[in-house]
């Protein structure tokens, strides 16, 4: 029978009146993530003090939490009866499954498990006005349209991280950000706990990782790029006790939010190092990190080590229920142990092929003590490196390949690469965005992820567990920050790992969007509202250049100028493309009738002789990072400064590549100008060189780039009425990166910005 049928059905057994009533496709869902299937009717269920809970003692968790969201958010109290009931669905397939059923006198939650009638609930709440979340609903009665919705997830793996060994939040922050995760119906809370910059979990065993490891003397300011480095003088640090870790565990547990822990190994060490010298290869004393990056303390693969993580471990074990416990594994420099004679002996003794082996041999060491404990290990792509441990669980993050090559060996995989999961990317081009790591992940990408890699047959595809997000705190020094920089992209993710492909549409999850953000000023949460920002792109038609703008929100005007004043209400109104033949200030923003809507969209073009041309590149930019394409080159706008993942930057990885401007016709050319971004905490370095020649001429110029002390390398080359009409650039990769520098032993990327000819 289908879903439009049951429909009917449910709804004539449940009511013989208002016959002429049709039953409709919902206007418009308003429930992030959206659901499976939905049905709305013209009838509504009234919600008032006659209303009553029943329900299945195997789905009590669900309905304790929808009575007290309604009494707690509300004046009514609920009795007990069946206008609102908790029905175990045996004949629901999948344990996170769950119908809802709102009818003009009852509403049914049917699920196979308490989990999946906690995500009934959660659809519901999100039918309930905002001012539920807040306790402010004033309402003797509330009117709820009648709708069915069947529903579940696509992915088991429903993730959100947090690092709080950079900066560090209050319990209650971290149970407010379990709040929201549930809301959404995410199920994994991946807590990064241990890191250089701090040690942030008691282990009672060892309390000088109290007493040291969880602080540092003093706190980088600024960006990590900056130089020279400067640094605040204050003494920053904390902990969380393990009662406090209990309660965290246990209030996740009450939403259906799986937390695991993360505890870094063998790299970034240095806090613990710092508290215990011994475990490192040298015994020398270091001081817990006070600035970003990688640091060469590494743990020392010896017995002590091996002790010390086991009894760390032991008292994680008891904290933590999870069925993972992640181990790190990223980001291990091999200079100590290059350098060890322990570890050169060892790895002799073990007959490993070299430091990656060695690293194999750690994971999986400890791989085997949690699984003797019944425990599984999950840890960064970097545990591929040297052979991966046979249980274990990848997490990709250095984009899809570390994915694909542990699923095709029969391992499972979470995906969270930085392209199109790493929160702490800027998430605007504007220019007064606060302070982040770099790189740009707006809304719309983080919704257009996939997270089935491409290059997995079905069955390999089986294999990928589900996505997270991924939130790094360099830059979030407040409670405030971070959920800036989380919501709304926490809210796309989440659709992209419950939600079905075929019921995604980016156009519609902002509208559903523009109306979840009143929940999320109940809840008094500090999002990032981008929605009525404008975006702009310079676009060639028969060889002319012109400027289009676009906005996804509806009924909403878009007005202009093109001399670099403010725009208002009697500004231009946009109504087609722009012709560009010079240089020009663009400003342009949304508004309604009244009012300007969100900020003021600025575009500078700066109009050279190659805009609008023929340019052609020997290699494909890496489509994590393909920005506008070839033609984003020479469109006459640069590059943000500090975005390097935006439209305007192409990277390009570990790759040569070789690129053609043909301006059609001869052309006098004084000047060439173009810049590389420097960004090493992210494995972006200049080229090692640049090559040019002018048509069909062999006899390439070489230039030298290398420079990493700045954020930009800028190539800048002054001819005298040189005449050509083709141009020619080879640039050469910086290669692999040493052993010195961030990103060790990878591929470097090279990213460019405008190439402006005059």
């Excluded at 344990?95 to 196979?112: D, H």
């Excluded at 009244?594 to 041309?613: C, M, P, R, S, Y």
């Excluded at 975005?643 to 305007?648: I, N, S, V």
Aim: a negative charge.
């Amino acid at each position: 029978m289908n879903f439009r049928k049951i429909f009917a059905i449910c709804v004539f057994t449940s009511v013989l009146i208002n016959c002429n009533s049709q039953t409709h496709e919902a206007e418009r869902s308003v429930i992030i993530p959206t659901p499976s299937n939905s049905i709305s009717a013209s009838w509504n269920f009234i919600l008032n003090k006659k209303t009553g809970i029943e329900y299945d003692e195997r789905l009590k968790i669900s309905a304790n939490f929808l009575k007290e969201y309604i009494e707690n958010g509300s004046k009514l109290k609920l009795r007990r009866n069946s206008k609102i009931s908790f029905i175990v669905d045996e004949t629901i397939v999948n344990p996170e499954g769950y119908s809802l059923e709102i009818l003009p006198g009852t509403i049914k939650i049917k699920a196979k498990t308490d989990q999946g009638a906690f995500y009934a609930v959660q659809s519901l709440r999100q039918l309930l006005p905002p001012s539920f979340e807040n306790g402010s609903f004033e309402g003797k009665y509330l009117e709820i349209k009648s709708i069915i919705i069947t529903d579940a997830p696509q992915f088991l793996y429903r993730g959100m991280h947090l690092d709080v060994s950079r900066h560090m939040f209050s319990v209650g922050f971290i149970k407010k950000y379990i709040d929201v995760m549930a809301m959404l119906k995410m199920n994994t809370f991946h807590w990064h706990l241990t890191d250089d910059q701090g040690w942030r979990i008691e282990i009672k065993k060892y309390p000088r990782l109290q007493e040291i490891s969880a602080f540092r003397d003093e706190t980088l300011v600024g960006h990590y790029s900056d130089l020279p480095h400067q640094f605040d003088g204050k003494k920053y640090g904390g902990y969380y006790t393990q009662e406090e870790v209990k309660d965290i565990v246990a209030y996740a547990k009450q939403r259906f939010v799986t937390v695991i822990p993360e505890i870094e190994m063998p790299g970034h060490a240095q806090a613990a190092i710092a508290a215990y010298p011994e475990l490192g290869c040298t015994s020398e004393q270091v001081e817990v990190a006070k600035k970003w990056g990688v640091f060469e303390e590494i743990y020392c693969p010896n017995q002590k080590t091996f002790a010390f993580l086991e009894d760390v471990l032991e008292e994680v074990l008891e904290l933590f229920p999870s069925e993972y416990i992640h181990i790190g594994g990223d980001e291990a420099p091999k200079t100590r142990w290059k350098n060890c004679s322990h570890c050169q002996a060892l790895i002799k003794t073990e007959g490993l092929k070299d430091e990656h082996e060695l690293q194999s041999y750690f994971i999986t060491k400890m791989e085997k003590y949690l699984n003797s404990k019944g425990r599984q290990i999950i840890g960064w792509d970097e545990i591929l490196e040297g052979g991966l441990a046979p249980n274990a669980t990848v997490m990709s993050w250095r984009g899809t390949s570390g994915a694909v090559e542990a699923a095709k060996s029969g391992h499972n995989v979470v995906m969270t690469p930085t392209s199109h999961c790493y929160f702490d990317y800027y998430q605007s081009v504007s220019e007064d965005e606060p302070l982040a790591i770099g790189g740009f992940l707006p809304l719309e990408k983080v919704y257009g992820f996939n997270p089935i890699p491409e290059g997995l047959t079905k069955e390999e595809s089986k294999y990928v567990l589900g996505a997270q997000g991924n939130i790094w705190t360099e830059y979030m020094p407040t409670e405030k920050q971070v959920e800036y920089m989380v919501y709304p992209r926490m809210l796309a993710m989440s659709e992209v790992v419950w939600s079905h492909t075929n019921r995604k549409n980016y156009k519609d999850f902002v509208l559903r969007l523009e109306n979840f953000y009143r929940r999320l000023d109940a809840l008094g949460i500090n999002y990032a509202n981008h929605l009525y920002e404008i975006e702009g792109n310079l676009v060639s038609e028969a060889g002319k250049p012109f400027f289009e703008f676009k906005t996804l929100t509806e009924d909403k005007t878009i007005r202009y100028t093109l001399d670099g004043s403010e725009p208002n209400l009697k500004s231009e109104i946009y109504k087609s493309k722009i012709s560009i033949t010079n240089s020009t200030k663009l400003k342009a923003a949304v508004f309604n009738t009244e009012a300007k809507l969100g900020k003021t969209f600025n575009q500078n073009i700066d109009f050279h002789k190659a805009v609008g041309k023929k340019i052609t590149i020997d290699k494909v930019p890496h489509k994590a990072y393909s920005g506008s394409g070839a033609e984003g080159l020479i469109n006459g706008i640069s590059g943000s400064d500090s975005r390097y993942g935006d439209k305007e930057w192409l990277g390009f990885w570990g790759e040569d590549i070789e690129i053609t401007i043909d301006f059609g016709e001869e052309t006098e050319i004084n000047t060439i100008e173009t810049r590389f971004y420097n960004g090493n905490g992210q494995w972006i370095y200049a080229p090692k060189a640049v090559k040019l020649a002018f048509d069909d001429d062999d006899d390439f110029k070489y230039i030298s780039v290398f420079n990493f002390e700045n954020s930009f390398t800028k190539f800048n080359f002054e001819i005298e009425g040189k005449k050509a009409r083709v141009l020619r650039f080879k640039i050469q990769n910086y290669g692999i990166i040493s052993e010195d520098k961030q990103g060790a032993g990878n591929k470097a990327w090279t990213f460019i910005d405008e190439i402006i000819i005059n």
